[in-house]
């Protein structure tokens, strides 16, 4: 498993792994693993399909961020590098 340089950052900040913080940063890297894995098994439906689920959970967590504290989700954009969803 590959540590990630964001962890320390976030979990001192809430020290709660419950967070949405938190929670984004475990389905970022889920997200990460799974396509390096889909580069080299191009057809593994199970694992695009378990991708497709993660991506629209990590979205979900992002919606809820948004609307509930726009600094945190910039901040939280910025950090991950994850590129900022068209809001409808």
Known sequence: MVKNPFIPVIS???E???SVEF???NFTT???RLTSHLE??????LSQRG????????QRLLSYLSKKNRIRYKKLIN???IRESQTR
């Open 12 to 14: 001192q900040e809430k």
């Open 16 to 18: 709660n792994p419950g």
């Open 23 to 25: 929670q984004v940063l």
């Open 30 to 32: 889920k997200i990460q």
């Open 40 to 45: 080299l098994h191009k057809k593994d439906y």
């Open 51 to 58: 991708l497709r689920k993660i991506l629209g959970k990590r």
């Open 79 to 81: 950090q991950l590098n």
